[in-house]
């Protein structure tokens, strides 16, 4: 067996430290609208904790990415849709995290340039959430699910985890004769 490249300077898994589910006090750093390919327009928002034992979370884990600088991500992100699952209708996280960001922040109104979140405080409340990873496993991280006001973030409720169903066996159908052959399935 060859060495693989990078070997020495790779973080074993389950050596990097993981942020628990809670309420902490956040700073925004970054913000970008964009939209999805159907046009639905969103708000890509780099945070960091800004205060207590986790301050720096963030920023300490991208210094400690050994990847190359090409490879290294900020993964303190929160992507929130401005509309709601109704077109016309204003989606209550980003009305939530508006107001939030207004209460947090002395004097500040927000008018619809996202620019001017940056550098703003925010409470921001993580939940954990299940994923299936690469390996066909059930994972768990802990991502950003509502926001509050800055001085709200610790006392908030920790949201239920969000569960995925186990696997099951896959269902069989019968297989019968059908004179609903034109169907696309």
Request: overall charge negative.
């Given at each position: 067996?060859?060495k693989?490249a990078?070997?020495?300077e ?6 990097f ?7 902490y ?10 939209k999805?390919q159907?046009?639905?327009e ?10 207590g ?6 920023q300490?884990k ?6 190359s ?15 709601g ?22 004097n ?8 001017k979140l940056?550098n703003k ?7 954990e959430?299940?994923?299936?990873g ?9 991502r ?9 973030a ?14 099951g066996?896959?269902y ?5 004769a ?5 169907l696309?399935?």
């Open positions: 067996m060859e693989p990078g070997y020495d790779a973080q074993s898994f389950g050596e430290e993981t942020l628990p589910a809670g309420g006090k956040c700073l925004i750093k970054k913000v970008v609208c964009e999805t159907a046009g639905k969103f708000l890509k928002i780099g945070f960091d904790i800004a205060e034992e986790y301050k720096d979370f963030y300490k991208f210094d400690n990415d050994t990847r600088p090409e490879e290294r991500k900020w993964s303190g992100i929160w992507t929130v849709f401005t509309e699952y109704n077109p016309g209708t204003t989606n209550p996280k980003f009305k939530g995290l508006i107001t939030s960001v207004e209460a947090s922040n002395t500040f109104k927000f008018d619809f340039d996202e620019q940056v405080k925010i409470g921001l409340v993580f939940r959430e299940d994923f299936e690469q390996d066909g496993q059930i994972h768990t991280s802990v950003p699910f509502f926001a509050v006001s800055y001085d709200k610790e006392e908030a409720k920790i949201p239920n985890p969000k569960k995925i169903a186990d696997k066996e896959a069989e159908f019968e297989t019968t059908s004179n609903n052959d034109d696309p399935f």
